[in-house]
Nanobody, 123 residues
Framework: QVQLVESGGGLVQAGGSLRLSCAGS????????MGWFRQAPGKEREFVAA????????RYADSVKGRFTISRNNAKITVYLQMNSLKPEDTAVYYC????????????????WGQGTQVTVSS
């Protein structure tokens, strides 16, 4: 069993930065691939970034490549999403998720989900 709690969201101006954290619990956390997804008002949840259980491989949505960085610290049981050069279209609730497979862009590959943290980017 893995439990996930996101933090670090907030209000930021366009061009600014935020770092989201996802704190996990459970002995098997380090065995899971981790992903970040987001859901904007009136839209479906979409993939943002994912990382392997070792942290050695990552993947990103085209919309965030070069601006966002996903990383993890298994010793601290935490996954991070560093978000730079934020845009108003990045406004959404951000969710972290854990899954036993490869770092996928599909929600169906993830078993555990956090409750989400709101990110609002003003223009």
């Amino acid at each position: 069993q893995v439990q996930l709690v996101e933090s670090g969201g907030g209000l930021v101006q366009a061009g600014g930065s935020l770092r989201l954290s996802c704190a996990g619990s459970g002995r098997t956390f380090s065995r899971y691939a981790m992903g970040w997804f987001r859901q904007a008002p009136g839209k479906e949840r979409e993939f943002v970034a994912a990382v392997t259980w070792t942290g050695g491989s990552t993947r990103y949505a085209d919309s965030v490549k070069g601006r966002f960085t996903i990383s993890r610290n298994n010793a601290k049981i935490t996954v991070y999403l560093q978000m730079n050069s934020l845009k108003p279209e990045d406004t959404a609730v951000y969710y972290c998720a854990a899954g036993p497979g490869v770092p996928s862009d599909s929600e169906r590959e993830y078993t555990y989900w956090g409750q989400g943290t709101q990110v609002t980017v003003s223009s």
